[in-house]
């Protein structure tokens, strides 16, 4: 069964670190990317990392590039989403997802993991 899920998420002080993991079921890690996205109240859904899998090139949105690091474990076939000195602007339900390269269209969705920062 081809699955993706998210955990790692909770609630935490401006300034203070998550790690977020996506554990993979079902890919062929090689063949493809996993992004992480996020969705705040009352805004839409932006693209926040991606890490192919086939090099391990990364991608980072502006608003986090410098703060979080996208990382994957070929053997347990999860990625990681590393986020340090949060701020509360970064407060979402933060999805991974899968493409088949980074910037590609979405092909499936985990079901989200909550994310709260406060001030």
């Known amino acids: 069964e081809v699955q993706l899920v998210e955990s790692g998420g909770g609630l935490v002080q401006a300034g203070g670190s998550l790690r977020l993991s996506c554990a993979t079921s079902?890919?062929?890690?090689?063949?493809?990317?996993i992004g992480w996205f996020r969705q705040a109240p009352g805004k839409e859904r932006e693209g926040v990392s991606c890490?192919?899998?086939?090099?391990?090139?990364?991608h980072y949105s502006h608003s986090v590039n410098g703060r979080f690091t996208i990382s994957s474990d070929y053997a347990k076939k999860t990625v990681y989403l590393q986020m340090n000195s949060l701020k509360p602007e970064d407060t979402a339900v933060y999805y991974c997802?899968?493409?088949?390269?980074?910037?590609?269209?979405?092909?499936?969705w985990g079901q989200g993991t909550q994310v709260t920062v406060s001030s």
């Open positions: 079902g890919f062929s890690f090689d063949d493809i990317a």
């Open positions: 997802a899968s493409e088949r390269e980074c910037l590609a269209p979405v092909d499936m």
């Open positions: 890490i192919n899998g086939v090099d391990g090139s990364t």
